[in-house]
């Protein structure tokens, strides 16, 4: 079945640090990637998405490329701020079909000053 | 533009008492998603419907879960009776479906469910 894995949370920064949250999926076929966020107090927002292969989202500083040959879509930010301190949920669906959203698990962030 | 809005955003009740979650998707969205969140975990799909028409309801636990979309707009999900596995977050969420196209989906603030 279709499936994704996140790295374990949560995780702790120092404001500035340098940011990265593994994404692993299994799926049959070419699923669209996702990243959601998902603020203290509010619903889950969409950060940004790939549809194919080595595609390249982007949103708010916020990078992560898709990686067919890793079956990878790992979330990247250079600069991380207190403000992003939320919980981060990758996720796939297909165009066709269920078109559901799959969700891994999820990885709370918390960014210290 | 508004939201998805649900309610309430807290429900506690006692087990074996009924419960109901509403829900009202963003205007024109033809498409609705009742999502279950569990603590620690990713949301998980309920039930799916394409305007009236449950299109997927492979995950919902049909003995005690109900739902209904009257008129394609908004949706009530109902849970009786309540066990106490069924705490949770409830989350609704609302695309417009579009062919061939990815179809973004917006969600809801949850209702969160705590049965004693």
């Known amino acids: 079945g279709n499936s994704v894995t996140q790295m374990e949370g949560p995780v702790t920064l120092s404001e500035e640090a340098f940011l990265t949250i593994n994404c692993t999926y299994t799926a049959t076929g070419y699923p669209s990637l996702f990243w959601y966020v998902q603020y203290p107090g509010e619903g889950l927002q969409l950060l940004l998405k790939a549809t194919k292969a080595d595609d390249k989202g982007s949103n708010k500083g916020f990078e992560a490329t898709y990686r067919k040959e890793t079956t990878s879509f790992h979330l990247e930010k250079g600069s991380v701020q207190v403000s992003d301190s939320a919980v981060y949920f990758c996720a796939l669906s297909f165009r066709q079909g269920a078109q559901k959203l799959v969700f891994g698990q999820g990885t709370r962030l918390t960014i210290n000053p | 533009e508004a939201g998805v809005v649900q309610s309430p955003r807290y429900k506690i009740i006692e087990k074996k008492q009924p419960v109901a979650f509403w829900c009202n998707p963003i205007s024109g969205h033809n498409t609705l998603y009742w999502y279950l969140q569990n603590l620690g975990q990713g949301p998980e799909l309920l039930i799916r419907?394409?305007?009236?028409?449950?299109?997927?309801d492979s995950q919902l636990p049909k003995d005690r879960f109900s739902a209904e979309r009257l008129k394609g707009v908004d949706s009530t999900l109902k849970i009786q009776p309540a066990e106490l596995g069924d705490s949770a977050v409830y989350l609704c969420?609302?695309?417009?479906?579009?062919?061939?196209?990815?179809?973004?989906?917006?969600f809801g603030p949850g209702t969160r469910l705590t049965v004693l």
């Open positions: 419907y394409e305007n009236e028409e449950a299109v997927d």
């Open positions: 969420a609302s695309s417009l479906r579009q062919h061939q196209k990815d179809n973004e989906q917006f």
